[in-house]
Nanobody, 126 residues
Framework: QVQLVESGGGLVQAGGSLRLSCAAS????????MAWFRQAPGKAREFVAV????????YYTDSVKDRFTISRDNAKNTVDLQMNSLKPEDAAVYYC???????????????????WGQGTQVTVSS
């Protein structure tokens, strides 16, 4: 079965960095669009970043542009999220998601994604 397993979360001071990683199995990873979402307590799950199947196209929510970078390694079946200059408002549970539709369309709606990881907690202290 499909499994997405996130890692790399933790506690960091404001201005610091973290690198999240998502390891995928049970799917043809190189054909999937991959994304990161996050959910803070009491808030809806929100889109963070997406990358197409080949890694040539990315898209970010405005609040993380120029601070976060999404990347993938199709040989290792992993997708990473490098987070720099972290702010307290970045604190959330971060989820990895996979979209099995073929093509280069980058979707930001959570409902479009077929598979989800269990999430990893990111805490940012001020």
């Amino acid at each position: 079965q499909v499994q997405l397993v996130e890692s790399g979360g933790g506690l960091v001071q404001a201005g610091g960095s973290l690198r999240l990683s998502c390891a995928a199995s049970g799917l043809t990873f190189s054909t999937y669009t991959m994304a990161w979402f996050r959910q803070a307590p009491g808030k809806a799950r929100e889109f963070v970043a997406v990358i197409n199947w080949s890694g040539t196209r990315t898209y970010y929510t405005d609040s993380v542009k120029d601070r976060f970078t999404i990347s993938r390694d199709n040989a290792k079946n992993t997708v990473d999220l490098q987070m720099n200059s972290l702010k307290p408002e970045d604190a959330a549970v971060y989820y990895c998601a996979a979209d099995r539709r073929v093509g280069d369309l980058l979707i930001t709606a959570a409902s479009a994604y077929d598979y989800w990881g269990q999430g990893t907690q990111v805490t940012v202290s001020s």
